[in-house]
């Protein structure tokens, strides 16, 4: 075909020229890093592209190209090749996106969170032993350890990097680092600089990680919460996590509207729900619910009382759900604006009914995590950003920063 041909002629350029002269390497200094974030309600796709001037100054982000599917990886647990198959049409975006003579020394990589965290190791193995045959039947640069799950912790830290890097707090001397709030569908992380030696002597000891990154090291409080994220605390809510025995048992609460009756999949297995027909509904009933669900099962560090965070995933899409704030811009909210949200609508479920049915217990839930959950006072500030210079707040940056290190491809 005339793509092969094409390709053909760049590679042979390469070969002929030395890099640095190569007609077609435009910007020698160009590279390119795939990172797949396998989430528990979807699988993404991100393309970055950077340069680096100098060994001493950081990489240039240039740009990220970004694409979705839903579900997850873990939706396809007894399905592992059809998994697979959904990676395939996203890495399928990458042969055009990368000029095929950077094609060899393009890492790709896939990191699945939570969502296969909370499968069975058999399941969990198989499902990315198929996409790891992907990898290698693509034309990229496939490391050891290319296709894993990650460690929550790292999740928490390299969201915290992506941020951090994006804000511009990493670089120079002056340095006002930011904490970091992700809510997933399955898992939920905190992750920030501390300031106080009191956090480093009263945190447990696995709260706390050295990272290196850009020759500097980080020593950060972080953990993820298995189990915590927005979907797993539905079912928690409900009484329904780990019941998957129980068949076509139906599960009530007073966050749900009245008079619905309905089913839900989640993890690949099938759960009923309904309202409380008979008995109450409304903020009051639910956050008493919720809060069986956090109180006394995180740790709370004294110091994010004072500090403001940035806060992405559910935290956004449920405050955009909501209006308050913006799709496109994000914005600015205190912790009882997510309160005074919940109040309106759960008393009020018949006039929410064309959102989702799950919208007050989902806006409570995120008002208990934060408050009785972390323990963040009703005024402190949330920064809600779903992108910082146009590029997504995940931790697949900081993830990509960190591969492209431990490859050499950056300092
Ligand atoms: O690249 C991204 N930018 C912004 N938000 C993202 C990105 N990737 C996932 N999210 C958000 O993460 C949430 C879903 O969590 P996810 O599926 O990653 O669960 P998990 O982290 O528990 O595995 C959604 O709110 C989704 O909008
Ligand atoms: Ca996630």
């Excluded at 640095?20 to 020698?28: G, L, Q, R, T």
């Excluded at 032993?129 to 290319?146: A, N, T």
């Excluded at 405050?319 to 205190?334: C, K, M, P």
Aim: hydrophobic residues 40%; charged residues 20%; aromatic residues 12%.
């Amino acid at each position: 075909t005339l793509k092969e041909q094409i390709t053909y002629i760049v590679m042979w350029f390469q070969d002929l020229f030395p890099p640095n002269v190569c007609p077609i390497n435009a910007k020698a200094n160009t590279f390119y890093g795939i990172m797949f974030d396998a989430g528990s309600t979807g699988t993404r796709i991100h393309i970055y592209t950077f340069v680096q001037k100098s060994p001493e100054s950081l990489p240039e982000l240039e740009g990220e190209i970004f694409e979705s599917v839903k579900p997850g990886l873990s939706a396809y647990a007894d399905q592992p090749e059809k998994g697979a198959e959904t990676v395939k049409r996203l890495l399928d975006m990458a042969i055009d996106a990368v000029p095929p003579h950077l094609w060899k020394k393009t890492p790709v990589v896939l990191k699945a969170t939570a969502g296969l965290r909370l499968l069975s190791e058999e399941k969990a193995q198989a499902l990315l032993l198929e996409v790891k045959e992907v990898f290698e039947e693509s034309p990229f640069l496939v490391p050891e350890d290319s296709v894993s799950i990650m460690d929550g912790s790292y999740e928490g830290i390299l969201a915290w990097i992506t941020v951090n890097f994006l804000t511009g707090q990493l670089s120079g001397q002056n340095q006002h680092t930011v904490g970091t709030l992700d809510l997933g569908g399955a898992s939920t992380q905190i992750t920030f600089l501390p300031r106080f030696e009191e956090t480093l002597k009263e945190s447990p000891g696995d709260f706390l990680t050295s990272f290196e990154m850009f020759n500097s090291t980080y020593k950060l409080y972080t953990h993820s919460y298995l189990g915590f994220g927005l979907k797993a605390a539905r079912l928690a809510t409900l009484g329904a996590l780990n019941m998957e025995a129980v068949d076509g048992q139906m599960f009530r609460s007073s966050c749900l509207p009245k008079q619905l009756e309905a089913e839900w999949h989640f993890g690949g297995v099938k759960y009923r729900y309904g309202g409380n027909k008979e008995g109450e509904t409304g903020f009051k009933p639910c956050y008493l619910e919720v809060l069986k669900v956090v109180k006394g099962k995180l740790h709370q560090p004294d110091e994010i009382r004072a500090s403001s965070f940035y806060a992405f995933s559910y935290y956004y899409d449920r405050a955009v759900d909501t209006n308050l704030i913006d799709y496109e811009q994000g914005g600015v909210l205190e912790v009882r604006d997510f309160e005074r949200k919940a109040k309106e609508v759960c008393d009020n479920m018949e006039r929410y009914n064309s959102a989702s049915p799950f919208l007050c217990m989902d806006l409570t839930y995120i008002t208990a995590l934060l408050k009785e959950g972390f323990g963040f006072t009703d005024n402190t500030l949330l920064q809600l950003t779903k992108k910082v210079n146009n590029i997504e707040t995940s931790w697949t940056l900081g993830a990509t920063f960190h591969l492209l290190q431990s490859l050499g491809i950056t300092y």
